[in-house]
């Protein structure tokens, strides 16, 4: 397996523009979750899945994010319109089901995301 | 809210110059603590996972520690590409999955 794949690598875009992040989570994996990671609050739960359906998006920092999980492969982290305070690095990880043991995260290289 | 606090946030040691990272969490009810790697422009990768007060788990010159209050990541006789930030996290028990990572310990190991 190629392992978590996202995608654009680096995105470099203008205050006030629209921003999609995309991900290719593990075949055979139950949840996918998104993580924006700065220096300052390091990694932050945006919002994850379960078999495609959105269980928590408490983290979602306001109505400019939005996450989308159309099908097992796929999912997209979009931002409209983008600020400068938007400027992080974003993660898509998944993982398996858990039973009685707990499974780590397969993360992705991230998308490094930079708002002008 | 949980929370994971790391120690230190930077150290510097000489190759063969064995240490440990700190790991403190507060938690409601741990389900299980969390110890990754990540290396400079990658994401982390998954390294151990400890469950219970007095676990420990091994991998290489890697051992980690679990209290009811923190864990330790201890580094034996570190090699350079030792050399990556240490993040840990913790999950709460429950029917959920929410994840709380620390802010990490960058770790650099000197030839």
């Known amino acids: 397996d190629a392992g978590v794949i996202q995608s654009p690598r680096h995105e470099v875009t203008e205050m006030g523009q629209e921003v999609t992040l995309r991900c290719k989570p593990i075949s055979g994996h139950d949840y996918l979750f998104w993580y924006r990671q700065t220096m300052m609050r390091g990694l932050e739960l945006l919002i994850y899945?379960?078999?495609?359906?959105?269980?928590?998006d408490s983290g979602m920092p306001e109505d400019r994010f939005s996450a989308k999980m159309p099908n097992a492969s796929f999912s997209t982290l979009k931002i409209q319109p983008s600020e400068p305070r938007d400027s992080a690095v974003y993660f898509c990880?998944?993982?398996?089901?858990?039973?009685?043991?707990?499974?780590?995260?397969?993360f992705g290289s991230g998308t490094r995301l930079t708002v002008v | 809210e949980d929370q994971v606090t790391q120690s230190p946030e930077a150290l510097r040691l000489q190759e063969g110059e064995s240490s440990s990272l700190n790991c403190s969490y507060t938690v409601s009810g741990l389900r299980g603590l969390f110890w990754y790697r990540q290396d400079p422009g990658k994401g982390p990768e998954f390294l151990f996972t400890l469950y219970s007060a007095g676990e420990e788990k091994e991998k290489e010159r890697l051992k980690a520690t679990l209290t009811k209050k923190e864990s330790f990541l201890h580094i034996t006789a570190p090699k350079p590409e030792d050399s990556a930030t240490y993040l840990c996290a913790v999950r709460p028990s429950g029917g959920y999955q929410k994840v709380t990572f620390g802010i990490g310990t960058k770790l650099q190991v000197i030839p």
């Open positions: 990880a998944s993982t398996l089901r858990e039973g009685f043991s707990l499974y780590g995260y397969t």
């Open positions: 899945f379960n078999n495609n359906v959105p269980i928590d």
